[in-house]
């Protein structure tokens, strides 16, 4: 009887557990929560709240930027032709992956500085001014004309009437002010509040229109920075009461329910799923869709951006066709699994897009303030001891080249800079110059009985493979290195706290570069600043001084070239690799002008325009490329692989892209 | 054995405070937390990680006021033993804090990614059982035979691979960009789900469950499996069961009637852990899958340095463990008549 009785017991356990199984199935299946993911919708969208009239506010006079405006007196340019094709057609939609889900969507704030983020923002909100993208010459965005003061501290722009918010209110001087005093707030956590604080007196209103900012110092760059300040609507910047919100109340409200921008994309709360998808949609009434600027431009009606934290998943599921666009960031995948049926057949596309992105810095920060390496010797030798080209045949399939200046990919580069080649006799040489003359019985050399011995510590576990070859080669000339892994964050702690001897250093390049805080003498001693290594040098702050304030390009590019050399040849790193290119696959159903990229970026953009702004979906191509999923016997044709546009026609500094379309 | 119970329960108290005081510490301790990330984000931005792309820059230094500014928010301005106490304060009236990285309450974050794991943890736990009970038993009845030799090979190879590994071949193979497509490349549900009718929607849960369930289960059939089969074994050596054959009651009766109900004991008691399913996850299957369950979220916490998030699942964790283990006794008491606690 007893077991009998617990037999029940443990039947009605187990079925209560079979039950609760088959109901939580049931109850999932039946989405009665709330729904995750839904097919894409993809027409444009319209958010407009208010339909303001086309043109000036009639009250406005023609002096203060209204009606009848004539810009006498001040500059504007016509002639941009913006990265569109005319031949683009409007709708359809494009989806990529990142790995990582964004802290946060709004334009300004903690966490402003993810690459998705920065994307975001130039798709959503725009500046006053934006650049011509060959000439580099400023053109009308949100303003249509601008002013410089004899003095060169006082930038006034008019804002184009036209312009309007998402939500149909017109853009005024207000905003901007209202913007400014946002970014004034030490609340958003970005320490940007400083430097507006220490470089800005306040904007001033003119006008509805007009709007003005006084630099407290002189240098070029300050009017890019004033004309290049992404805007936000003044009514969403306030709270309940209609004062201005706070920075931590900003800063909770828009951290994934975005501001209604004046872009031509806009991201509803709906569309935003936390960890998994973004929606961008395209609006349906954006208010400079005719200006030249966006001519062949914004054209996916949807923008679906997937979380994808596994590589291999994200590869898979683009051979599949469920994403869209997919960059080969490693050489050893493009030289080896680039090539699949897909490619071969036509369905997929395989570019090498060669561009002018910065290339940054890259390489062993070398620690100058201390030995060994507060002997140039010691550096050099250290560059002498990377056997790059053994790297980079055995392990990246000569996929890259070796760096050799702090501006490469930029006309800032010194083209006079010599690349190092390994040289292990000259690498000894130099180590004994440097006093580690004797040996102990290991092998390792010493210096009054101390040994070489470094540490290097590293992030990646991908790093380990040329490490490890470094390690021996570090060996050969009798330096004893050990490898440390350490965490990322643990890893920037200790080289932002200067607290290493050799550490691997990525820093990104920037065109036109901002010296002042890089290259500068003070920035050695200053621990947030990304001088790691600690260099210095008189002539470098004097030709920074100088070219902080002359606003010719033409002449500022020597004046960099030749910092350019005097930093390299102090061998603060020991120079890693680079490359002028980007890799790129794609489904075959999309258009896209001859440049395929943006002249200053990756695809995805940041701080220049993504490809998800130029190219369009190709209805002829994408009826073609379902064929031929459906017929295996079925190709397209391909074109060639490797695209040179912007090193080639795209280089020349008279040229216009408006050219191009013609040739 | 009630006050026993009672005792086990006023004990999960200063154990839950010992656990969550040494992790609080550690995590406050350890180098590289969420100021130094935060930093890192400002001047270095981050990209997709390429081999050959270096980070973005800020064009900026980072004024000591904002770290100044940084540190209060994240409360780095307190001593650590004044942190855990308003820690501490905030647990008591049930806030477990806010998300350094999603900005909003940890419970909201904690509590979206329950779902998923309460699916595929309920589903594995439950075929686990199906699956090995009945195949520990037919293994003992045929212990020896071809048949136990082959299941025995098979049950230890699957746990010899690791589930996430297994996984991310069987999406090779079967999700449809190498090779076959006959499931879906990951993801919980598919992307059109509110459009398909209801059996439809059945059946596309059912495609994006079976591989990850296969990952998730992979490694534990062994260990019931083979625990199930040497229970039955020593019940079928024990005297009642020879006594039971020597009276001349059936094979099957005495298997199924005596030894199975007495073999259940050791496998009832991990029921407990039942209450633990709302937790079940392993971060490297789900990222294999792209299922975002409570292991990614505890692990990409850590490497976010989310410490509001992974002191919330602590707290979840904790307290569920305890609570099982004292679960597993009583069912333990329940279907074993010899048991008393004291």
């Given at each position: 009887?007893?077991?009998?009785?617990?037999?029940?017991?443990?039947?009605?356990?187990?079925?209560?557990?079979?039950?609760?199984?088959?109901?939580?199935?049931?109850?999932?299946?039946?989405?009665?929560d709330?729904?995750?993911?839904?097919?894409?919708?993809?027409?444009?969208?319209?958010?407009?709240?208010f339909?303001?009239?086309?043109g000036?506010d009639?009250?406005?006079?023609?002096?203060?930027?209204?009606?009848?405006?004539?810009?006498?007196?001040?500059?504007?340019?016509?002639?941009?032709?913006?990265?569109?094709?005319?031949?683009?057609?409007?709708?359809?939609?494009?989806?990529?992956?990142?790995?990582?889900?964004?802290?946060?969507?709004?334009?300004?704030?903690?966490?402003?500085?993810?690459?998705?983020?920065?994307?975001?923002?130039?798709?959503?909100?725009?500046?006053?001014?934006q650049?011509?993208?060959?000439?580099?010459?400023?053109?009308?965005?949100?303003?249509?004309?601008?002013?410089?003061?004899?003095?060169?501290?006082?930038?006034?722009?008019?804002?184009?009437?036209?312009?309007?918010?998402?939500?149909?209110?017109?853009?005024?001087a207000?905003?901007?002010?209202?913007?400014?005093?946002?970014?004034?707030?030490?609340?958003?956590?970005?320490?940007?509040?400083?430097?507006?604080?220490?470089?800005?007196?306040?904007p001033?209103?003119?006008?509805?229109?007009?709007?003005?900012?006084?630099?407290?110092?002189?240098?070029?760059?300050y009017?890019?920075?004033?004309?290049?300040?992404?805007?936000?609507?003044?009514h969403?910047?306030?709270?309940?009461?209609?004062?201005?919100?706070?920075?931590?109340?900003?800063?909770?409200?828009?951290?994934?329910?975005?501001?209604?921008?004046?872009?031509?994309?806009?991201?509803?709360?709906?569309?935003?799923?936390?960890?998994?998808?973004?929606i961008?949609?395209?609006?349906?009434?954006?208010?400079?869709?005719?200006?030249?600027?966006?001519?062949g431009?914004?054209?996916?009606?949807?923008?679906?951006?997937?979380?994808?934290?596994?590589?291999?998943?994200e590869?898979?599921?683009?051979?599949?066709?469920d994403?869209?666009?997919?960059?080969?960031?490693r050489?050893?995948?493009?030289?080896?699994?680039?090539?699949?049926?897909?490619?071969?057949?036509?369905?997929?596309?395989?570019?090498?897009?060669?561009?002018?992105?910065?290339?940054?810095q890259?390489?062993?920060?070398?620690?100058?303030?201390?030995?060994?390496?507060?002997?140039?010797?010691?550096?050099e030798?250290?560059?002498?001891?990377?056997?790059?080209?053994?790297?980079?045949?055995?392990?990246?399939?000569?996929?890259?080249?070796?760096?050799?200046?702090?501006?490469?990919?930029?006309?800032?580069?010194?083209?006079?800079?010599?690349?190092?080649?390994?040289?292990?006799?000259?690498?000894?040489?130099?180590?004994?110059?440097?006093?580690?003359?004797?040996?102990?019985?290991?092998?390792?050399?010493t210096?009054?009985?101390?040994?070489?011995?470094?540490?290097?510590p590293?992030?990646n576990?991908?790093?380990?493979?040329?490490?490890?070859?470094?390690q021996?080669?570090?060996?050969?000339?009798?330096?004893?290195?050990?490898?440390?892994?350490?965490?990322?964050?643990?890893?920037?702690?200790?080289?932002?706290?200067?607290n290493?001897?050799?550490?691997?250093?990525?820093?990104?390049?920037?065109?036109?570069?901002?010296?002042?805080?890089?290259?500068v003498?003070?920035?050695?001693?200053?621990?947030?600043?990304?001088?790691?290594?600690?260099?210095?040098?008189?002539?470098?702050?004097?030709?920074?001084?100088?070219?902080?304030?002359?606003f010719?390009?033409?002449?500022?590019?020597?004046?960099?070239?030749?910092?350019?050399?005097?930093?390299?040849?102090?061998?603060?790193?020991?120079?890693?690799?680079?490359?002028?290119?980007?890799?790129?696959?794609?489904?075959?159903?999309?258009?896209?002008?001859?440049?395929i990229?943006?002249?200053?970026?990756?695809?995805?953009?940041?701080?220049?325009?993504?490809?998800?702004?130029?190219?369009?979906?190709?209805?002829?191509?994408?009826?073609?490329?379902?064929?031929?999923?459906?017929?295996?016997?079925?190709?397209?044709?391909?074109?060639?692989?490797?695209n040179?546009?912007?090193?080639?026609?795209?280089?020349?500094?008279?040229?216009k892209?408006?050219?191009?379309?013609?040739? | 054995?009630?006050?026993?119970?009672?005792?086990r329960?006023?004990?999960?108290?200063?154990?839950?405070?010992?656990?969550?005081?040494?992790?609080?510490?550690?995590?406050?301790?350890?180098?590289?937390?969420?100021?130094?990330?935060?930093?890192?984000?400002?001047?270095?931005?981050?990209?997709?990680?390429?081999?050959?792309?270096?980070n973005?820059?800020?064009?900026?230094?980072?004024?000591?006021?904002?770290?100044?500014?940084?540190k209060?928010?994240?409360?780095?301005?307190?001593?650590?033993?004044?942190?855990?106490?308003?820690?501490?304060?905030?647990?008591?009236?049930?806030?477990?804090?806010?998300?350094?990285?999603?900005?909003?309450?940890v419970?909201?974050?904690?509590?979206?990614?329950?779902p998923?794991?309460?699916?595929?943890?309920?589903?594995?736990?439950?075929?686990?059982?199906?699956?090995?009970?009945?195949?520990?038993?037919?293994?003992?009845?045929?212990?020896?035979?071809?048949?136990?030799?082959?299941?025995?090979?098979?049950?230890?190879?699957?746990?010899?691979?690791?589930?996430f590994?297994?996984?991310?071949?069987?999406?090779?193979?079967?999700?449809?960009?190498?090779?076959?497509?006959?499931?879906?490349?990951?993801?919980?549900?598919s992307?059109?789900?509110?459009?398909?009718?209801f059996?439809?929607?059945?059946?596309?849960?059912?495609?994006?469950?079976?591989?990850?369930?296969?990952?998730?289960?992979?490694?534990?059939?062994?260990?019931?499996?083979?625990?199930?089969?040497?229970?039955?074994?020593?019940?079928?050596?024990?005297?009642?069961?020879?006594t039971?054959?020597?009276?001349g009651?059936?094979?099957?009766?005495?298997?199924?009637?005596?030894?199975?109900?007495?073999?259940?004991?050791?496998?009832?008691?991990?029921?407990?852990?039942?209450?633990?399913?709302?937790?079940?996850?392993?971060?490297?299957?789900?990222?294999?899958?792209?299922?975002?369950?409570?292991g990614?979220?505890?692990?990409?916490?850590?490497?976010?340095?989310?410490?509001?998030?992974?002191?919330?699942?602590?707290?979840i964790?904790?307290?569920?463990?305890?609570?099982?283990?004292?679960?597993?006794?009583?069912?333990?008491?329940?279907?074993?008549?010899?048991?008393?606690f004291?």
């Open positions: 009887m007893a077991g009998k009785r617990y037999t029940t017991k443990f039947s009605l356990v187990l079925s209560t557990f079979v039950v609760l199984a088959l109901c939580s199935m049931i109850l999932y299946s039946c989405g009665n709330k729904p995750k993911s839904k097919t894409v919708d993809t027409k444009p969208i319209s958010i407009k709240k339909d303001t009239p086309p000036a009639p009250s406005v006079s023609a002096e203060q930027g209204g009606n009848g405006f004539t810009g006498e007196g001040w500059t504007t340019y016509t002639k941009l032709i913006g990265y569109g094709d005319p031949k683009a057609t409007k709708g359809g939609s494009i989806s990529w992956s990142i790995p990582d889900f964004p802290a946060t969507l709004r334009p300004i704030g903690k966490d402003e500085n993810s690459y998705y983020t920065r994307m975001a923002q130039n798709m959503m909100y725009e500046r006053l001014l650049q011509d993208p060959v000439t580099e010459d400023y053109a009308p965005l949100l303003a249509t004309h601008w002013k410089i003061s004899d003095d060169k501290m006082k930038f006034t722009f008019r804002i184009n009437p036209n312009a309007r918010w998402a939500d149909g209110k017109p853009v005024t207000d905003d901007y002010l209202a913007t400014w005093k946002m970014m004034l707030d030490p609340e958003l956590l970005t320490g940007g509040d400083e430097f507006y604080k220490e470089n800005f007196e306040m001033v209103k003119e006008s509805m229109y007009i709007v003005s900012v006084k630099a407290k110092k002189l240098g070029w760059i009017f890019d920075v004033a004309a290049g300040i992404k805007v936000l609507p003044a969403y910047l306030q709270d309940d009461k209609g004062n201005m919100m706070k920075g931590k109340e900003f800063l909770e409200k828009y951290n994934y329910d975005p501001i209604p921008g004046s872009g031509p994309y806009y991201i509803k709360k709906e569309d935003v799923e936390k960890g998994r998808t973004i961008m949609r395209r609006r349906s009434d954006y208010w400079a869709e005719k200006e030249n600027w966006a001519v431009m914004n054209n996916f009606d949807v923008f679906k951006t997937d979380v994808i934290q596994d590589d291999n998943l590869f898979e599921k683009f051979k599949k066709g994403i869209d666009v997919y960059s080969y960031n050489a050893s995948w493009w030289a080896e699994k680039s090539d699949f049926d897909d490619v071969k057949r036509g369905l997929v596309q395989k570019r090498k897009i060669f561009n002018q992105k910065p290339e940054g890259s390489g062993l920060a070398l620690n100058m303030r201390k030995e060994p390496f507060n002997d140039i010797k010691m550096r030798a250290v560059n002498k001891l990377i056997d790059f080209d053994k790297w980079n045949e055995r392990l990246f399939f000569n996929a890259y080249k070796r760096i050799n200046s702090f501006f490469g990919g930029t006309p800032y580069a010194n083209p006079t800079n010599e690349t190092f080649k390994y040289d292990l006799d000259g690498a000894i040489k130099l180590i004994e110059e440097a006093g580690f003359k004797d040996k102990n019985s290991e092998g390792y050399r210096k009054n009985g101390k040994v070489l011995a470094l540490e290097l590293f992030s576990k991908s790093q380990e493979r040329y490490l490890t070859i470094l021996e080669d570090f060996k050969k000339a009798g330096i004893k290195l050990d490898l440390k892994e350490v965490d990322g964050t643990t890893n920037f702690k200790i080289g932002n706290e200067r290493f001897t050799m550490i691997i250093a990525n820093w990104g390049g920037q065109n036109p570069p901002s010296l002042d805080f890089n290259v003498s003070k920035t050695a001693d200053d621990p947030n600043s990304t001088n790691w290594p600690g260099y210095k040098s008189e002539r470098v702050d004097e030709l920074v001084k100088q070219y902080t304030v002359n010719n390009k033409k002449e500022r590019i020597p004046m960099v070239q030749e910092i350019d050399k005097i930093l390299y040849n102090m061998y603060p790193y020991g120079y890693f690799w680079t490359a002028q290119y980007q890799r790129l696959s794609w489904q075959n159903k999309f258009g896209m002008p001859k440049w990229l943006a002249k200053g970026d990756d695809f995805y953009g940041g701080t220049d325009t993504p490809i998800f702004q130029i190219w369009w979906f190709d209805p002829a191509k994408a009826a073609a490329y379902d064929e031929a999923k459906k017929d295996n016997s079925k190709k397209i044709p391909t074109e060639e692989t490797e040179k546009f912007w090193i080639t026609e795209g280089k020349s500094d008279v040229l892209l408006s050219d191009f379309y013609t040739k | 054995m009630t006050f026993y119970f009672i005792r329960f006023l004990l999960i108290i200063p154990t839950f405070f010992g656990i969550t005081l040494i992790t609080f510490l550690i995590l406050q301790i350890v180098p590289g937390g969420p100021l130094e990330m935060e930093i890192m984000k400002i001047r270095m931005g981050g990209q997709k990680g390429s081999e050959s792309g270096s973005s820059g800020s064009t900026q230094n980072i004024p000591q006021s904002a770290i100044d500014e940084l209060k928010f994240y409360g780095f301005d307190k001593p650590i033993h004044e942190r855990y106490i308003i820690w501490v304060t905030h647990l008591l009236k049930f806030d477990l804090g806010r998300s350094y990285v999603y900005s909003e309450p419970w909201d974050v904690i509590k979206s990614r329950f998923v794991s309460i699916y595929f943890g309920l589903i594995g736990f439950i075929l686990t059982y199906l699956v090995c009970v009945p195949l520990g038993v037919y293994k003992a009845v045929k212990n020896g035979s071809v048949f136990d030799f082959i299941s025995s090979s098979l049950v230890f190879i699957g746990y010899s691979i690791p589930g590994a297994f996984g991310a071949l069987m999406l090779v193979l079967f999700g449809g960009g190498s090779f076959w497509s006959v499931f879906p490349l990951g993801g919980f549900r992307d059109s789900w509110d459009d398909l009718s059996s439809s929607k059945i059946w596309d849960q059912l495609r994006h469950t079976f591989l990850p369930v296969l990952a998730y289960m992979i490694g534990s059939f062994a260990t019931l499996t083979i625990l199930t089969k040497n229970t039955v074994i020593d019940n079928l050596g024990q005297d009642y069961i020879r039971a054959f020597s009276k009651i059936s094979e099957k009766r005495v298997i199924f009637g005596h030894a199975l109900r007495n073999s259940m004991i050791p496998i009832a008691t991990g029921l407990g852990h039942f209450i633990s399913l709302v937790l079940a996850g392993s971060f490297l299957i789900e990222k294999v899958f792209n299922i975002n369950g409570m990614l979220l505890g692990y990409t916490s850590i490497v976010q340095r989310d410490y509001p998030v992974v002191m919330g699942i602590l707290v964790s904790t307290l569920l463990l305890l609570i099982g283990n004292i679960l597993s006794d009583m069912i333990y008491a329940m279907v074993d008549p010899r048991i008393r004291n």
